[in-house]
């Protein structure tokens, strides 16, 4: 059974920077295209930003791009979110999820880990 715990949330001002971390388990976690997605309150949930099995490729959301990055390390099973240049906007819970195929980036993700809440602050 997959699971997905993220972690690494919290409140933090305008300008300022978090870690978001997800570690994954019961899967081959190095062998599937992991994404973090967001949540904010009355909108859809939106892609923030994808990373492929081996860690060669990433992808980032128009809104995130250049204050975001993220990583992987397949031998600790988790990816991780690095934020900075943090908007009120940003504000949202944030989710990571494995896609549905191995080797492949299909933009399909099948387990989704609880959520971590980001709250920015202006």
């Known amino acids: 059974q997959v699971q997905l715990v993220e972690s690494g949330g919290g409140l933090v001002q305008a300008g300022g920077s978090l870690r978001l971390s997800c570690a994954a388990s019961?899967?081959?976690?190095?062998?599937?295209?992991m994404g973090w997605f967001r949540q904010a309150p009355g909108k859809e949930r939106e892609f923030v930003a994808g990373?492929?099995?081996?860690?060669?490729?990433?992808s980032y959301a128009d809104s995130v791009k250049g204050r975001v990055t993220i990583s992987r390390d397949n031998a600790k099973n988790t990816v991780y979110l690095q934020m900075n240049s943090l908007k009120p906007e940003d504000t949202a819970v944030y989710y990571c999820a494995v896609d549905r195929v191995a080797f492949a980036t299909t933009g399909l993700y099948d387990y989704w880990g609880q959520g971590t809440q980001v709250t920015v602050s202006s």
């Open positions: 019961g899967r081959t976690f190095s062998s599937y295209t």
């Open positions: 990373i492929n099995w081996s860690g060669g490729r990433t």
